[in-house]
C-alpha cells in the first residue's frame, strides 16, 4: 500500500514544470523525481518527488523555505555483515544488502538575500532538516547507525549564488554555487542507534552557449566535494553528496560505476556534457531532442570503516546519450559509454575488470 501514493505523488509532479510561480514572490520548485529499478528491473520507474516551496516575507529580502520529499526506491549496502568488507552487488532484492527504501524528508528555512535580481541572486541560508527513512531490517548498527532506520533532524547553513536561466527553449546559460554545512549530534537520532555527524559541502554548475540555432550547442560543466566527520557517520552522508538539496553520491553520478558504493567521507565529482539540443516539436510547449557527449570523473579517500589496505581511488567514464526533453525537465532516454581504467581498488570487487562498456535509461538529465 504505500508504493501507490508515491507513484500518484510522481504522477502529478510529472504535470509540473521545474518552477511554476503561483504568485508575486512565491516559488514552487520541483526538484527532482524519485525512481526504482528494481520494480520492474532496469526499469526506472516514478515513485516519489522532491518539492520545495519559498514563501517571501512580505516586500523585505528575507524569505521562508518549506521542502518535503518522499519515495519508494531500492538501495544497497555493499558490505559484508560479519566483517564489513566491501562486496559485490547482489544480484536481486535480498532484504539485507540490497533492499526497498521507504524514505521522507521535511525542512524548514531562511533565506537571507544579499542581492536578488531579475538573473542574478545570492543569499544565506539555514535550514532544519528532518528525515524518516526505514532500511535494511537485519543489517547490523555496528558500523552505519542508520543500516535499519533514521529518525533524525540536522541543521544545515551556507551561501549561495545562482544566475542559471533558460535562453529560448533548449538552451541553458549561467552559473550556480553554493557552499554548506550541515550537522546532526547525536541527541538529534531517535532511532536508537548513536549517530552523529557534520558535513561540509561546496558545489557548483555552469552552462555555456555554444551557438544559437535551430540546433543549439552548449556546454554544461559540474563540480561537487564533501568532507564528512563525527564518530558515528550515517551510510546515507557517506553514499551521497550534501548541499541544499543534495544528489547521490559517486557511484551513481559516475555512469557506469557502482550504485551505493564508495562511501567514503571524503569524496569529489567532476563532469562534462557537451550538449546539442534540437528544436521544440510543438510551439507553445518545450519538447525537443537532445544528443550529448559527456565524462565524468570522481575521487574518494579512505573508505569508512573498511579493513581493506588500499581505500582510496579514483574512478572515471566517458561516453554519449540520447533523449526528448519535456518542459525542461524529463530527459526520456537512454546513453552508453565505456568505463575507463584509472585507479580503483575496488575493481576488481564491484566489476571484474578494470574497464568494460554500459548503457541504461535516463529519466530525468543528469545534472
Not at 562486496?87 to 524548514?108: H, Y
Request: proline share 6%.
Amino acid at each position: 500500500m504505500q508504493r501507490r501514493p508515491l507513484f500518484l505523488l510522481a504522477v502529478l509532479a510529472l504535470c509540473c514544470t521545474t518552477q511554476i510561480f503561483a504568485a508575486p514572490g512565491i516559488a514552487f520548485t520541483l526538484n527532482s523525481i524519485k525512481t526504482n529499478s528494481d520494480i520492474i528491473a532496469g526499469l526506472p520507474l516514478p515513485t516519489g518527488a522532491d518539492l520545495t516551496l519559498e514563501l517571501p516575507l512580505g516586500s523585505t529580502s528575507t524569505a521562508f523555505t518549506l521542502r518535503a520529499a518522499a519515495g519508494y526506491e531500492s538501495r544497497m549496502i555493499l558490505r559484508s555483515t560479519a566483517t564489513m568488507s566491501p562486496i559485490a552487488e547482489p544480484p536481486a532484492i535480498d532484504g539485507v544488502n540490497r533492499f526497498f527504501w521507504t524514505n521522507a524528508l521535511a525542512e524548514l528555512g531562511v533565506k537571507q538575500y544579499l542581492f536578488h535580481q531579475e538573473h542574478e541572486q545570492a543569499w544565506l541560508f539555514g535550514l532544519v532538516r528532518g528525515r524518516y527513512e526505514n532500511n535494511s531490517p537485519s543489517f547490523p548498527t555496528t558500523l552505519f547507525p542508520d543500516a535499519q532506520a533514521v529518525r533524525s533532524a540536522s541543521g544545515v547553513g551556507g551561501i549561495a549564488f545562482y544566475s542559471i536561466r533558460w535562453l529560448g527553449k533548449n538552451v541553458k546559460k549561467g552559473v550556480s554555487a553554493e557552499l554548506s554545512y550541515e550537522y546532526s549530534p547525536d541527541f538529534a537520532n531517535f532511532s536508537g542507534t548513536p549517530a552523529g555527524f557534520g558535513r561540509a559541502n561546496f558545489t557548483a554548475k555552469a552552462f555555456v552557449p555554444l551557438s544559437a540555432s535551430n540546433f543549439a550547442t552548449y556546454l554544461a560543466l559540474y563540480g561537487v566535494g564533501d568532507y564528512a566527520l563525527g564518530s558515528h557517520i550515517t551510510h546515507e552522508v557517506l553514499t551521497t553528496f550534501g548541499g541544499i538539496t543534495g544528489t547521490k553520491g559517486i557511484g551513481d553520478m559516475v555512469r557506469g560505476a557502482q550504485p551505493w558504493g564508495y562511501e567514503a567521507p571524503a569524496k569529489t565529482y567532476v563532469s562534462a556534457e557537451l550538449r546539442v539540443a534540437g528544436p521544440s516539436m510543438f510551439r507553445d510547449f518545450a519538447i525537443y531532442p537532445v544528443g550529448y557527449l559527456f565524462a565524468d570523473a570522481a575521487a574518494y579517500g579512505s573508505l569508512y570503516g573498511s579493513p581493506l589496505v588500499d581505500n582510496s581511488g579514483i574512478i572515471a567514464s566517458a561516453g554519449a546519450g540520447a533523449s526528448v526533453s519535456v518542459l525542461n525537465f524529463l530527459w526520456l532516454g537512454a546513453y552508453a559509454g565505456w568505463r575507463l581504467p584509472v585507479n580503483d581498488p575496488l575493481t576488481a570487487l564491484y566489476y571484474g575488470s578494470a574497464q568494460g562498456f554500459f548503457w541504461n535509461f535516463t529519466f530525468i538529465a543528469h545534472y
